[in-house]
């Protein structure tokens, strides 16, 4: 090891003529402030945007889920979909999982397509739009009339002559005035009283709503989802421009201790600290594109697509910093527009009703039966006239109204149930609500304080930590502590504006709304 020792005015001078190379490049490199990465664009310049690529060009052609849109007729409006939606399954409307082709190139999306994505290919949506369809088909089938009895009647049919349908009645020894028969045809219809299966088509209708608004609650969930990986995503990406801006920085200062190094002005451990410290923001890039690797494979698997696919996110950071509604009108708008209180909403709408449908019960239904009889056998010559009947058979509830009482018990049980989970849900809303603009409001201020104080003093003080060392300082430590400070403060600028947008994002979804 070489120990500095006394220096002449001549080296000095010497030394400073020979780092004023050096020193102009680290004062034109430092001029630009790294907050650029996050600075807002200027009004005559368009908006720079933010892209992540994946690395990964292995794939050749995996498998993805899709749908059939673009294949099929656009979509009619919701009030004229009776004829689609209870048409037959036949194989053209058959649901078709993987059978979305796989792209050629990079798919390129910002976060208002991966949302068109989610809601048009991921798996879990697909499966609660088929049980909301599956649910609107039992509509009609409740709401149908109860299918007719047809039935074939004859007797009176002599001893070892079981189906002497034509010679019923001729006499014999034994009956010499022969045997009386009343073959006949009947028709049975079983009719409820009026107001039963319209009420009870009117509850499956209800429920099957009720499924549709949670299914949409559902998408905002995912939706939440899709939005924290797509900002942890764009966050890594801004690291790694960091830890590049880093790499860069620690060479610059490497440079300089090696100068002063070969002017015996400095001692080689600080070249070996500056060479350490540079290796150790080029390892700390493995990390972060692990992450950045995960983010965009979890982001593909939950929009439908396979998780190897290449994606391109688009995106511009500060753009996506928009003005947030006040936490009282955000709390209005999840209490009238919320898919969730929609949902129990009109399930406590359909235990209502399934409670007039018990009391219902003790009505009474009814049967009517049509009767045709002949003297003769159905198949044979009619010899005979014919004659008609009619019946009306009245169904009464009996046995004290056992069955009927406890059903309308157990229905309004499940009114009272289903209104207190209609007050506890709108609790927990307005909950998550005041919980997310809370962590909204957090991030926010953390977003600015680093921003606005840390960031810049870090950078102030890399910049006279720098100058000073190129001019014969002695302050090596303090420049790498100042550039460590300022690394990791930009890195914490990084996450802090993806944890603002995440939990922008949570509170829009908290809402009841997306995040756009």
């Not at 409820?192 to 949409?216: H, M, R, V, Y």
């Not at 620690?250 to 400095?266: D, F, G, T």
């Not at 991030?443 to 102030?460: G, I, M, S, W, Y």
Request: net charge neutral; charged share 15%.
């Amino acid at each position: 090891m070489l120990i500095l020792g006394k220096h002449t005015t001549g080296v000095v001078e010497s030394l400073k003529s020979k780092t004023s190379l050096a020193v102009l490049a680290c004062v034109l490199y430092t001029s630009a402030s790294p907050l650029s990465i996050f600075a807002q664009p200027s009004q005559d310049v368009a908006p720079a945007s933010v892209t992540v690529q994946s690395g990964d060009t292995s794939l050749a052609a995996p498998p993805s889920i899709g749908a059939q849109l673009s294949a099929q007729d656009p979509p009619v409006a919701s009030n004229s979909k009776a004829a689609e939606l209870f048409a037959p399954v036949t194989k053209a409307n058959t649901p078709t999982i993987y059978a979305k082709p796989a792209s050629s190139g990079s798919t390129e999306m910002d976060l208002r397509q991966l949302w068109s994505e989610l809601k048009m290919n991921n798996p879990q949506l697909s499966s609660l739009r088929e049980s909301y369809l599956s649910a609107k088909a039992t509509v009609p089938q409740i709401n149908a009339p109860a299918n007719p009895q047809v039935g074939l009647v004859w007797s009176g049919m002599p001893a070892n002559s079981p189906f002497a349908l034509g010679g019923a009645n001729a006499p014999s020894p034994q009956y010499p005035s022969g045997i009386s028969s009343n073959n006949s045809i009947s028709v049975a219809q079983p009719l409820q009283f009026p107001g039963k299966k319209s009420l009870a088509a009117d509850i499956a209708d209800t429920n099957a709503e009720a499924l549709l608004a949670s299914s949409e609650s559902t998408y905002l969930q995912l939706g939440a989802q899709l939005s924290t990986l797509y900002y942890s995503a764009l966050s890594s990406q801004k690291q790694l421009a960091v830890l590049k801006e880093s790499v860069i920085r620690l060479e610059m200062i490497k440079n300089v201790a090696k100068a002063r190094y070969a002017n015996n002005a400095a001692a080689y451990v600080e070249y070996l600290n500056a060479q350490v410290a540079q290796s150790a923001a080029q390892a700390d890039q493995f990390n972060v594109e692990r992450q950045l690797h995960v983010a965009l494979h979890s982001i593909n698997t939950l929009v439908g697509r396979h998780s190897r696919e290449k994606l391109v996110l688009r995106g511009d950071v500060r753009r996506a910093m928009s003005k947030v509604p006040t936490l009282v009108e955000l709390e209005d708008y999840a209490e009238n527009s919320h898919p969730s209180l929609k949902s129990s909403a009109l399930q406590l709408d359909a235990a209502r009703k399934g409670v007039d449908l018990a009391k219902k019960a003790y009505l009474p239904d009814f049967q009517v039966i049509g009767s045709s009889y002949t003297p003769r056998g159905p198949f044979s010559a009619n010899n005979g006239a014919m004659f008609y009947q009619f019946e009306l058979d009245l169904i009464i509830p009996l046995y004290f109204f056992t069955k009927e009482k406890y059903g309308v018990e157990q229905a309004q049980r499940n009114q009272a149930a289903a209104e207190a989970g209609n007050i506890s849900n709108r609790q927990q809303i307005v909950l998550a609500v005041n919980t997310a603009y809370a962590v909204y409001e957090q991030a926010k201020n953390q977003t600015q304080f680093l921003r606005e104080r840390q960031v810049p003093q870090a950078d102030a003080a890399y910049k006279v930590g720098l100058t000073q060392y190129s001019n014969n300082g002695q302050g090596f430590n303090d420049l790498l502590t100042a550039q460590t400070q300022l690394r990791n403060l930009e890195i914490a600028l990084a996450q802090a504006e993806s944890n603002l947008l995440q939990a922008q994002a949570v509170l829009m979804v908290s809402a009841g709304k997306e995040p756009f």
